[in-house]
DNA sequence: CGAATGATCGGCT
DNA sequence: GCCGATCATTCGA
């Protein structure tokens, strides 16, 4: 097996199409190292996010904040905000500098450095909650918001995404709508989620999995 | 300046 | 399954 580790480069994320970016990044390894130890997590789960057309986007309409400003930097800067005041979400920017696209990361499972996951998620053994989910993975690999337009492509960047040969068979992955953009209106029900099929630390949310399946297969 | 609102999680019932 | 936590961000007054 070929597991040779190449940080992806500037024109994966520059792409105009965050859907297939989306699909892209799973299989690929998120890595942080802040000093303390390195950690990383194969992405399971992601979320593409499409401005300005995406009404679940916090760019829709190329709303411009200090907040989204980081959105419209070229592809491979981070944009992690905070959710429900507890949260620290991290996000792939992606396409060219002014488009808004985004990748929500949404579950890893755990490749490097587990026991330091584990402790930063004050847990003591292994289960799907240390990294299934927006919030917890972002935890478990120390990644917070004061990070946030941070260019992943920066050779002194502590996040950056790598390949490790592993490749990732289309017919693995599985599509549905994505979670908690019940507000966007037409744009919640398109399947811009993207996860890898009968993978354990995929985020388990809603009933809607069994559906997609059904539908996919 | 005040109020509403989340791209969620985990504990409790 | 439901519900409370907890606060940055946003928008309107």
């Not at 890898?196 to 949310?205: A, E, H, M, Q, T």
Request: proline residues 3%; positive net charge; hydrophobic residues 40%.
């Amino acid at each position: 097996m070929n597991e040779e580790r190449t940080r992806l480069d500037r024109s994966f994320f520059t792409r105009n199409d965050v859907l297939e970016v989306s699909r892209n990044l799973l299989g690929k390894y998120l890595v942080t190292d802040f000093g303390a130890g390195r950690t990383a997590g194969r992405i399971v789960e992601v979320e593409a996010y499409r401005a300005p057309e995406d009404k679940a986007s916090h760019a829709y309409g190329n709303r411009f904040t200090e907040r989204t400003k980081v959105m419209y930097s070229q592809g491979g800067h981070a944009y992690i905000y905070l959710c429900y005041g507890i949260h620290h979400l991290f996000n792939v920017v992606t396409g060219a500098e002014g488009m808004a696209h985004a990748v929500l990361i949404r579950a890893l499972e755990p490749a490097e450095n587990t026991t330091l996951m584990l402790r930063r998620r004050r847990m003591n053994k292994m289960a799907p909650r240390l990294t299934a989910g927006p919030g917890v993975l972002a935890q478990a690999m120390g990644i917070s918001r004061e990070y946030t337009g941070t260019d992943m492509l920066s050779a002194q960047s502590p996040i950056w995404i790598e390949s490790r040969g592993g490749l990732v068979n289309e017919e693995d992955i599985l599509a549905s709508p994505r979670i908690g953009v019940d507000y966007a209106e037409e744009c919640a029900a398109w399947e811009w989620r993207f996860f890898l099929r009968d993978n354990i630390w995929v985020s388990k949310r809603r009933g809607d999995e069994a559906k997609t399946m059904n539908k996919l297969l």
